[in-house]
């Protein structure tokens, strides 16, 4: 086998896991199609890198400082994804000005906004650059600073700086997780200060958030659901979420998920 299929099947692991919360090995051989000795091998292997804990036959994520890498996260909930995509995209109009954070859930949304004529966009992810390098009569600017290689984007006080230099209508940003109080959480100060200077410049600050990420424990947290202007996910709110949302005039939008 080479070595980059090792590599993909255990991105697919963690992807998985990150999905699914947790997996037995017999779980993920079924997904995988894979056998049981293959599957313990990899688990052992992402043990030993402290990316995963196994426990009573049962792998789930170890708690991290960071996100998973940006290539396993393309696959977690991508048809979801797709689906706060388009929501995303019947709320900008042509000729927005519009900022966009960093993450698999942002970067498809610049897909499809590469359809809009004439945007302004401000931005610290270059998979959102790239995705927008044919949108007819868009401009384009990229925060500076040192890129995180893994992720392909810009978190730094020069990107912050950035962010504060425009005044933009609407900002789009995604998040680490989600509690079931709906505070809003993420896996280091770095990336809170960094959502906050996005949100910051824009009148209406829009978060997308995957179901995935519901109900997941992280250790920064930064505001809750409610303190946005719009919440687009495909995750189903209580009703506690959504009469606090409602009462301080956060629009939800529940996306369909795939069958």
């Not at 706060?84 to 927005?96: E, F, K, S």
């Not at 868009?138 to 925060?143: F, K, N, T, Y």
């Not at 600073?145 to 912050?160: F, H, N, T």
């Not at 209580?238 to 005039?249: D, H, T, V």
């Given at each position: 086998m080479?070595?980059?299929?090792l590599?993909?099947?255990r991105?697919q692991?963690?992807?998985l896991?990150?999905?699914?919360g ?9 997904r ?11 688990l052992r ?15 789930r994520?170890?708690?991290q ?9 393309l696959?977690?909930?991508h ?34 906004l ?23 009569g ?6 500076g ?16 700086e950035?962010?504060?230099r425009?005044r ?16 809003v959480?993420d ?6 200060t ?7 410049c824009?009148?209406q ?8 990420k519901?109900?997941?424990d ?7 659901l ?8 495909g995750?189903?709110l ?12 956060c629009r ?8």
């Open positions: 080479k070595r980059s299929d590599d993909i099947r991105d692991i963690v992807a896991l990150a999905e699914n947790s997996l037995s090995a017999q779980e993920l051989c079924q995988l199609k894979v056998s049981v000795q293959t599957i313990r091998a990899d292997d992402l043990d030993e890198a402290s990316l995963v804990q196994r426990r009573n036959g049962v792998a994520l170890r708690q400082a960071e996100n998973i890498g940006y290539l396993p996260r696959t977690v909930s048809s979801e994804k797709h689906q706060i995509a388009q929501a995303i995209q019947h709320l900008v109009p042509h000729g927005a000005r519009v900022a966009l954070g960093t993450g698999t859930t942002v970067a498809q949304c610049a897909r499809l590469a359809t809009r004529q004439d945007l302004l966009v401000a931005t610290n992810s270059l998979h959102a650059v790239m995705a927008l390098q044919h949108a007819p868009a401009r384009v600017e990229m925060a600073g040192s890129v995180r290689l893994r992720d392909l984007d810009v978190i730094s006080p020069a990107s912050i950035f962010f504060a425009y933009m209508e609407q900002a789009i940003f995604s998040c680490g997780g989600v509690s079931q109080s709906g505070a959480l896996y280091n100060t770095e990336e809170i960094a959502r906050q200077a996005i949100a910051a824009a009148k600050k829009i978060l997308v958030v995957d179901s995935a519901f109900d997941r992280l250790p920064c947290q930064m505001q809750h409610w303190d946005y202007d719009v919440v687009v996910t995750a189903e209580s009703e506690s979420l959504r009469k606090k949302c409602a009462a301080s005039g939800t939008i529940q996306v369909a998920l795939p069958q």
